[in-house]
């Protein structure tokens, strides 16, 4: 079955270090979304991707974040100068079309911000 | 802003019992309910997605239903087994998934 595959599977940074966080998504879908989800809280949703450019973001993804699509396969979540709350698993997600499907996950990428 | 919220937050059951896990949402906007499956430390398994139009959905010992007008949604779990316990996410979708806190299950052998 195919599967949203996310690299690393876990990361320890330096407060105020950049992390790339990578997603390859399923290959015929056209929608993808970054989670977060922190310790012992709700899974939280950070940005959705469509068309190659952002079609919604929640007030957490500020500047400090950015995502892209480089080529055809991955898909990336950057974070810049990082801080200690941004220590979370974030998931990578993707589906076929914005309304009637399953949205399939990735495994997560945990980050520990020290 | 849609709210999710699940009850109970925590559950534990001897094996066999049938499991019955309920979230409710504020905003009956949505496109569909999906219901998810999460072990510790892992990522999202979805479940079920039942779209607004439909009333429920089943897959196996899993049934869940959806009454948009009354924003709630349950999940029913037959006969309970060890291999069920885990945590249970609730997600109303409007072009973004917005999830309740979760039910943490444990089924007792």
């Known amino acids: 079955e195919p599967e949203v595959t996310q690299t690393p599977s876990h990361q320890v940074t330096q407060m105020g270090q950049e992390v790339i966080l990578r997603c390859v998504p399923i290959?015929?879908?056209?929608?993808f979304y970054w989670y977060r989800q922190i310790l012992g809280q709700k899974v939280e949703f950070l940005v959705s991707?469509?068309?190659?450019?952002?079609?919604?973001k929640s007030e957490i993804f500020d500047d400090q974040f950015s995502v892209e699509r480089p080529d055809g396969s991955n898909f990336t979540l950057k974070i810049r100068s990082t801080k200690l709350e941004d220590s979370a698993m974030y998931f990578c997600?993707?589906?076929?079309?914005?309304?009637?499907?399953?949205?399939?996950f990735g495994e997560g990428s945990w980050l520990t911000v020290v | 802003k849609q709210e999710v919220t699940q009850i109970p937050a925590a559950l534990s059951v001897p094996e066999g019992e049938n499991l019955v896990l309920n979230c409710s949402f504020t905003?009956?906007?949505?496109?569909?309910l999906q219901w998810f499956r999460q072990d510790p430390g892992k990522g999202l398994t979805s479940l079920l997605l039942?779209?607004?139009?439909?009333r429920e959905q089943t897959s196996g010992r899993l049934n869940a239903s959806l009454d948009k007008s009354s924003g709630r949604s349950t999940l029913y779990i037959a006969a309970s087994q060890p291999g069920d316990s885990a945590t249970y996410l609730c997600?109303?979708?409007?072009?973004?998934?917005?999830f309740g806190a979760g039910t943490t299950v444990t089924v007792r052998a």
């Open positions: 290959s015929n879908h056209l929608y």
């Open positions: 997600a993707s589906t076929p079309t914005g309304d009637i499907h399953t949205i399939y």
């Open positions: 039942i779209q607004s139009s439909q």
């Open positions: 905003d009956s906007a949505i496109y569909n």
């Open positions: 997600a109303g979708y409007d072009y973004k998934l917005s």
């Open positions: 991707f469509y068309n190659n450019e952002i079609s919604e």
